[in-house]
């Protein structure tokens, strides 16, 4: 199918031709369409799927066809609320790309970061604004932005936006626009609470389902590793040094994990960053920009700051801690085999993580090869191997590093 047959007019047909697609993908065969319509839509679809363009190209050309008044004033006709900052500032990028020949206006607002620059986005007015959800109800509680004229409303990553606790201020937001606009709701998964969540926003929805949350691609080669928890480390340098090429994504489940498992990667010289909730928004999106660069090779994150991310041609996933939810193994993995690429996931299996994976073969219905033959097997008998630094002598891990309490959120 081409993008012909979309009938996506030509300033819209001009950026997706310089974007270099070919053809639609599968959710944005079935979504673009039906968001013409103007009707809403529940879509389960995860990221890497094309969905971004699934939502904007439509919203674009819907706008579009508006544009031409004369000296019409920009307000805010399509709100896209996203669950993180890497999020909205990728959904605000593809807009920009797929728009740059209409003079539609993008903007990005999320917190975190100083507000002033926000506000001036806002004051020069706006046709399409991506915002997370506390910096959006922030300015709007200060009168800075006006949603009296959405017409569409985009709720992106809607089990993440549940997950972090995000529901009473997208709830709120939703009523603070139009009571007859269209609504779209996009999820990796559709859980329960997703589709009560959507009873109450959306009016009598089309649903999508392109891929289902428990499908893994097929040229993703992944690998499990049974592995002493304290031994993971040296697990992982020995699959670094070994087995892992490319461009590396690991995934740790606490910020203190992966600032943990950083600074052994740079002790032993390794290229790599870092993205979790505790660094700042500069310090998130420089690592992200060196890293898409392959300034450094190896990006540490933990589950809620890398979601959504795009990064071509990922070669590598490693799941240094297993997640205990298997839609976020699927979602980990998926960030791998891309477009026609191949990846390769390796999942460190700790004793205590066994029951995690029991529940992700049986959520994906696949048997994740074990690879038995490595150092540090998860036996008693097993004598580990000590990696040493270059030119330097092993250094233990500091012990009680990290050991005070505090109570702070995971992600
Ligand atoms: P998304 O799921 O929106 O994060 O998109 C994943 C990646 O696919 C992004 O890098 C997009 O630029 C790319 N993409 C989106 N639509 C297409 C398409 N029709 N053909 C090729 N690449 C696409």
Redesign the pocket.
């Known amino acids: 199918m081409s993008?012909k047959t979309l009938n996506l007019n030509k300033a819209l047909q001009k950026a997706?031709d310089e974007?270099?697609?070919?053809?639609?993908?599968l959710?944005?065969q079935r979504t673009i369409p039906v968001v013409l319509e103007q009707k809403d839509v529940i879509a389960s679809?995860?990221?890497?799927?094309?969905?971004?363009?699934?939502f904007a190209l439509p919203i674009l050309q819907l706008l579009f066809s508006k544009q031409d008044a004369p000296k019409r004033s920009k307000t805010i006709k399509a709100l896209i609320v996203s669950p993180t900052r890497e999020l909205a500032l990728?959904i605000a990028k593809?807009f920009k790309?797929y728009g740059k020949h209409t003079n539609l206006r993008t903007g990005v607002i999320f917190g975190g970061t100083s507000i002033e620059p926000q506000k001036d986005i806002l004051a020069k007015g706006l046709d399409i604004l991506i915002a997370t959800p506390g910096r959006l109800l922030d300015l709007h509680k200060q009168d800075l932005l006006n949603l009296d004229y959405v017409e569409i409303f985009v709720l992106d990553e809607a089990d993440l936006m549940l997950a972090m606790g995000f529901i009473d201020d997208v709830k709120k937001i939703e009523r603070l626009c139009p009571e007859n606009k269209q609504n779209l709701l996009f999820s990796a998964t559709i859980p329960y609470k997703v589709e009560q969540l959507a009873k109450t926003i959306l009016n009598t929805p089309e649903r999508i389902d392109v891929t289902p949350s428990s499908s893994v691609l097929d040229q993703v080669s992944q690998r499990l590793y049974y592995v002493p928890k304290r031994y993971k480390i040296p697990l992982c340098l020995h699959i670094l040094k070994t087995e892992a090429q490319g461009s590396i994504l690991i995934f740790r489940r606490t910020k203190f994990g992966v600032d943990k498992l950083y600074e052994r990667l740079v002790e032993f010289g390794y290229k790599v960053e870092r993205l979790h909730g505790n660094r700042t928004q500069t310090e998130r999106q420089n690592a992200l920009a060196d890293f898409k660069r392959g300034k450094v090779t190896i990006l540490i994150a933990t589950d809620v700051a890398a979601r959504?991310i795009?990064i071509?041609q990922l070669d590598v996933v490693i799941n240094f801690d297993l997640p205990n939810v298997a839609e976020t193994y699927v979602h980990r993995i998926g960030r791998t085999g891309?477009?026609g690429h191949y990846g390769t996931t390796f999942s460190l299996c700790s004793a205590d993580e066994k029951s995690y994976v029991k529940t992700i073969e049986a959520f994906t219905n696949i048997q994740i090869p074990v690879v038995e033959d490595h150092p540090h097997p998860l036996d008693k008998n097993a004598k580990p191997i000590i990696h040493k630094k270059k030119g330097s002598k092993h250094k233990k891990g500091r012990k009680g590093q990290g050991s005070k309490k505090k109570k702070k959120r995971w992600y």
């Open positions: 993008f997706i974007a270099g697609y070919t053809e639609p993908t959710i944005q679809a995860q990221t890497g799927t094309g969905k971004t363009a699934a990728q593809n790309v959504g795009d071509d891309r477009a």
